[in-house]
């Protein structure tokens, strides 16, 4: 009965690096959703994904981010060139449809992401 | 700009005594809150929700109270226990339009239950 796993739980990169997020939903689900987590901030939605696609980035940086969830193996979050204001929280959601009406999403632990 | 507020960081009460968390939001098109509770090192877990048909929604000592015509909600958690200290996040979503899936979420309001 696993939840929504994400690794790793730590991350740390110089800046320049790449940072590489992975998530895998809950079974059953084919969305995923990728939230991120300022320091005293709440949670700022960043991208949907179903399986192959990418449904809504438009909470992505225009520049460095890119997501994906192919068809096979977990979704993956990438920042390239990773600089210290990309420290955060990174959480991953799934869903087994769209969320709609009494659908709730499950998180994830989180990725904790920090860049010296 | 911040479409879901909770003003108050934290909150501090005693063990069998009401806690009263708030929440307001400027966004007339939210029609659907939650309420997640978070502990450290750990994802959002979902607690309660309520949609804007209603004005109040109960599950056990979780009651949501949602007055529309002033845009805020609170969670109120009766009788509180020191297993609620966490943080408390409102979201919102506007579940009529193209992206009902995704959540608005204010800064959180860290909760601690004194035994």
């Known amino acids: 009965n696993a939840g929504v796993m994400q690794n790793p739980r730590h991350l740390v990169r110089r800046r320049g690096q790449e940072a590489r997020l992975r998530c895998s939903p809950m079974k059953g689900h084919s969305h995923v959703y990728w939230y991120r987590q300022l320091p005293e901030e709440g949670l700022k939605f960043m991208v949907y994904?179903?399986?192959?696609?990418?449904?809504?980035e438009s909470g992505m940086p225009k520049e460095r981010f890119s997501a994906e969830f192919p068809k096979e193996g977990p979704s993956i979050l990438r920042i390239q060139q990773v600089v210290r204001g990309d420290s955060a929280a990174y959480f991953c959601?799934?869903?087994?449809?769209?969320?709609?009406?009494?659908?709730?999403?499950?998180f994830g632990s989180g990725t904790q992401l920090s860049v010296l | 700009d911040q479409q879901v507020k909770q003003n108050s960081p934290s909150l501090s009460v005693q063990e069998g005594r009401i806690s009263i968390l708030n929440c307001d939001y400027t966004?007339?098109?939210?029609?659907?809150f939650l309420w997640y509770k978070k502990y450290p090192a750990e994802g959002p877990t979902f607690l309660i929700s309520?949609?804007?048909?209603?004005d109040k929604n109960e599950d056990g000592r979780f009651t949501v109270f949602l007055n529309k015509s002033a845009k805020h909600l609170s969670l109120h958690i009766v009788p509180s226990q020191p297993g609620d200290s966490a943080v408390y996040f409102c979201?919102?979503?506007?579940?009529?339009?193209?992206?009902?899936?995704?959540?608005?979420f204010g800064k959180g309001t860290l909760l601690t239950v004194n035994p």
């Open positions: 959601a799934s869903s087994p449809t769209t969320r709609q009406g009494n659908e709730k999403l499950f």
């Open positions: 979201a919102a979503s506007a579940t009529r339009g193209g992206s009902n899936y995704k959540l608005t």
């Open positions: 994904l179903q399986k192959e696609n990418i449904i809504d």
């Open positions: 966004n007339s098109m939210f029609d659907y």
């Open positions: 309520i949609s804007s048909i209603k």
